[in-house]
């Protein structure tokens, strides 16, 4: 069955802190693999994309990287700023199947 | 200019009413989609269209009906309104149906509460 986990569920970090978010998946066949970031009250937003030969890629303070033996990623956000704040999900392959999402709160 | 607009952004109804929500995308792209978000905010695919032909439609009741007047449009029609349909529903587009650089482009979306 194609899913799409990730984890934590919610993280609370302080202003300035890194994070690691994760997604673990089963789908097959494997193409590519998205993070994209949900304010509230706003539709998702496109971070990063990468394929099955890239194993990191980064967009300003966002890293995310691949393992597509383990079928895991990781998306790092360094020095966190209150703008933050949101919801992260993980999409992965054609089809687009959607992660459960990771919300993240960076608090003053 | 949004790239992906859809209107109403608030719409609250009574239960047994019928209801659309209109989405356009000026990006140019093939491929429509419309998603339900539900309170725990997981985004869980509805239909898709691509250039007006319908691609999916996942276990969604027939009250929900999409319309695509042309490849720019995916109208949401929801006849006889549920408690349960209360939920906001995003519409976005990808410049195709596959494709290893394809990425969604969303809507703001709509946020439905029936009554």
């Known amino acids: 069955k194609n899913q799409v986990e990730q984890s934590p569920q919610s993280l609370i970090i302080l202003e300035g802190k890194n994070c690691t978010l994760q997604c673990n998946y089963t789908v097959s066949p494997f193409s590519n693999l998205r993070w994209y970031k949900q304010d509230t009250g706003r539709g998702p937003v496109s971070l990063t994309i990468m394929t099955f030969s890239e194993n990191t890629k980064s967009n300003g303070r966002y890293t995310a990287t691949l393992d597509a033996d383990t079928k895991q990623s990781s998306l790092h956000i360094t020095a966190s700023q209150l703008s933050d704040s949101a919801s992260y999900i993980c999409v992965v392959g054609n089809q687009f199947y959607f992660g459960t999402g990771t919300s993240l709160t960076v608090i003053p | 200019d949004t790239a992906v607009s859809q209107t109403p952004k608030y719409l609250v109804t009574q239960m047994g009413n019928d209801k659309s929500i209109k989405c356009e995308q000026n990006l140019g792209h093939d491929t429509m989609y419309w998603y339900k978000q539900d309170s725990k905010k997981f985004l869980k695919i509805m239909f898709s269209?691509?250039?007006?032909?319908?691609?999916i439609n996942e276990t969604v009741p027939n009250r929900f009906s999409p319309k695509s007047p042309d490849k720019a449009h995916l109208n949401l029609h929801i006849n006889s309104l549920e408690l349960g349909d209360s939920a906001v529903y995003f519409c976005a587009s990808s410049r195709q149906l596959t494709g290893g650089a394809n990425v969604l482009t969303f809507g703001a979306g709509s946020r439905l509460t029936v009554l």
């Open positions: 269209y691509n250039n007006k032909e319908l691609i």
